[in-house]
């Protein structure tokens, strides 16, 4: 795949099943984050990667911050919960480290933690896995921050699910770029 058609062709993936990159081709995602512009090469983010048994103990977690938060929830929502990062083979939460910084301001390092998760899921991609980004609620949940270690002003920026794309009829139109440019 070279590099203008991933760029025009990625696409989510929201079903995945294994295998999920291992070895260098995991190590491949952390460099192509590694590779994002980065103001101060600060490196305001890191990695979870959440995969076999700790998807249950993370989904476990995910269902007490579902009843901490709504204890009357029903038992559709309590399954959900449960088994939410079963729906790939490996997740890796991305995690901002913003630091107070002369020159850097804090948007600027949220932006590069975003990059870095779009790079990941490229380099997924590249090498003929998929993924998706996903948030939701149990990002912003005390219990899940706890369990993965996230404290102070760090933020889940986001669940990156990875695995092997299951073709879906899920497309996303894509927009005329005229309502978007203007030139000056
Ligand atoms: C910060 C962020 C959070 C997102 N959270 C979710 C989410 O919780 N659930 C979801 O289905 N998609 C979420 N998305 C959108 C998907 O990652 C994806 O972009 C969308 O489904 C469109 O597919 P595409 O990437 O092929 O355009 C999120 C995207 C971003 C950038």
Same mark, same amino acid.
């Given at each position: 795949m070279d590099a203008l058609d991933l760029l025009l062709n990625?696409?989510?993936?929201p079903k995945l099943e294994a295998p999920a990159p291992q070895g260098q081709a995991l190590e491949n995602l952390f460099q192509a984050a590694f590779r994002v512009p980065? *103001?101060?090469?600060?490196? &305001? !983010?890191?990695?979870?990667?959440?995969? %076999?048994? #700790?998807?249950?103990?993370? %989904?476990?977690?995910c269902l007490a911050a579902l009843l901490a938060a709504d204890p009357e929830a029903d038992d559709k929502a309590r399954d959900?919960? +449960? *088994?939410?990062?079963?729906?790939? &083979?490996?997740?890796?939460?991305?995690? /901002?480290?913003? =630091?107070d910084h002369p020159k850097v301001p804090a948007f600027e390092q949220l932006v590069t933690a975003g990059l870095a $998760?779009?790079?990941? =899921?490229?380099?997924?991609?590249? =090498? #003929?896995? #998929? #993924?998706?980004w996903r948030t939701g609620? !149990?990002?912003?949940? &005390? +219990?899940?921050?706890? $369990?993965?270690?996230? /404290?102070?002003?760090?933020?889940?920026?986001g669940f990156l699910y990875l695995g092997t794309p299951v073709p879906t009829k899920f497309k996303v139109p894509r927009p005329d770029s005229s309502a978007f440019v203007s030139h000056f």
């Open positions: 990625r696409t989510s993936e980065d *103001h101060g090469m600060l490196h &305001p !983010y890191r990695f979870v990667v959440i995969e %076999g048994e #700790g998807r249950q103990k993370l %989904g476990e977690v959900k919960a +449960l *088994h939410l990062l079963e729906r790939a &083979p490996m997740v890796v939460a991305v995690v /901002s480290k913003v =630091q $998760a779009h790079a990941m =899921q490229m380099a997924a991609v590249a =090498q #003929g896995f #998929g #993924g998706i609620a !149990y990002a912003t949940a &005390p +219990l899940v921050r706890e $369990a993965l270690g996230v /404290s102070g002003e760090d933020e889940i920026l």
